[in-house]
């Protein structure tokens, strides 16, 4: 029987969860649209539950249909309802639960590629536009201070545009946990005040990139650790933090070539 309510007590904690850009109590987290339930099901992440709108069957219904081939529950909710678990203007009638992987740091340093490490970007554009540029410019995996705009946001997911469901991430981590794990790696921050121009560093060796929030920047345990780079520019005094963290990917990946 579809769920016909929005005071059903289920959908109830769906809509809080994406409310707050928060998992669900029990770890999962709610995506939403036919992009992220597709990348979810192509990659490691466990898809639990899809709630589909009846219009969104009619739209989707080998998408739904391939969910239900792989013993996920699917759950029928009226239009109405459905419209009070979605964040976005132009629902598509499509909200997938997702358990993401329990990563490791090993999964995380195990490529020779550069480590991301967001530090305090709470702005889930800006965070999931670096996950975007990490995947394409072959980081090793992405490290999310506890200041961080969580993983389970939903426009972080989307503007992500299902990176995040292809490279191993950790989150919620301290300043210390992350500089006590990175090993051999060297430590690099973005900062617009950088003692050496990006363009004059060696990224050819395994490295890990600091990108701070564009109000406060790389936090001060940070810079007391890294070796602070710059890009130079012209006219504007700093870059946002998502651009200056892809020219910073792109220059890596230019140099290993």
Same mark, same amino acid.
């Given at each position: 029987?579809? &769920?016909?309510?929005?005071? /059903?007590?289920?959908?109830?904690? +769906?809509?809080?969860?994406?409310?707050?850009?928060?998992? %669900?109590?029990? !770890?999962?987290?709610?995506?939403?649209?036919?992009?992220?339930?597709?990348?979810?099901?192509?990659? $490691? =992440?466990?898809?639990?539950? +899809?709630?589909?709108?009846?219009? $969104?069957?009619?739209?989707?219904?080998?998408?739904?249909?391939?969910?239900?081939?792989?013993? +996920?529950?699917?759950?029928?909710?009226?239009?109405?309802? *459905?419209?009070?678990?979605?964040?976005?203007?132009? /629902?598509?009638?499509? &909200?997938?639960?997702?358990?993401?992987? $329990?990563?490791? =740091?090993?999964?995380? %340093?195990? @490529?020779?590629?550069?480590?991301?490490? &967001?530090?305090?970007?709470?702005?889930?554009? /800006?965070?999931?536009?670096?996950?975007?540029? $990490?995947?394409? *410019? !072959?980081?090793? !995996?992405?490290? *999310?201070?506890?200041?961080?705009?969580?993983?389970?946001?939903?426009?972080?997911?989307?503007?992500?545009?299902?990176?995040?469901?292809?490279l191993p991430f950790l989150e919620n981590l301290s300043s210390a946990d992350i500089i006590g794990s990175l090993g051999h790696r060297r430590l690099f921050? &973005?900062?617009? @005040?950088g003692r050496v121009s990006l363009a004059e560093t060696d990224l050819r060796k395994p490295f890990a990139l600091v990108v701070g929030s564009e109000g406060?920047?790389?936090?001060?345990?940070?810079?007391?650790?890294?070796?602070?780079?710059?890009?130079?520019?012209?006219?504007?005094?700093?870059? /946002?933090?998502?651009?200056?963290?892809?020219?910073?990917?792109?220059?890596?990946?230019?140099?290993?070539?």
């Amino acid at each position: 029987m579809p &769920l016909t309510s929005p005071h /059903n007590p289920q959908l109830q904690k +769906v809509r809080r969860a994406v409310e707050t850009g928060r998992p %669900l109590e029990d !770890g999962v987290i709610a995506a939403e649209g036919p992009h992220l339930l597709a990348e979810a099901l192509a990659s $490691a =992440w466990q898809v639990e539950q +899809v709630f589909y709108s009846p219009a $969104a069957w009619a739209r989707h219904q080998e998408l739904i249909a391939q969910a239900e081939r792989r013993r +996920v529950e699917i759950t029928e909710v009226a239009e109405r309802p *459905f419209k009070s678990i979605s964040d976005t203007e132009q /629902n598509q009638g499509l &909200l997938a639960l997702l358990r993401p992987p $329990a990563f490791t =740091w090993t999964q995380l %340093l195990e @490529s020779p590629g550069p480590l991301v490490i &967001l530090d305090g970007i709470q702005d889930p554009g /800006n965070a999931g536009a670096i996950v975007r540029s $990490a995947e394409a *410019f !072959g980081a090793a !995996g992405l490290a *999310f201070t506890g200041g961080c705009v969580r993983i389970s946001n939903g426009k972080l997911l989307r503007a992500a545009a299902g990176s995040l469901f292809r490279l191993p991430f950790l989150e919620n981590l301290s300043s210390a946990d992350i500089i006590g794990s990175l090993g051999h790696r060297r430590l690099f921050a &973005l900062t617009a @005040s950088g003692r050496v121009s990006l363009a004059e560093t060696d990224l050819r060796k395994p490295f890990a990139l600091v990108v701070g929030s564009e109000g406060r920047g790389v936090s001060e345990a940070f810079l007391s650790a890294a070796q602070t780079l710059s890009i130079r520019t012209q006219g504007v005094e700093s870059l /946002n933090a998502a651009i200056a963290c892809s020219i910073a990917l792109f220059e890596a990946r230019r140099q290993s070539k």
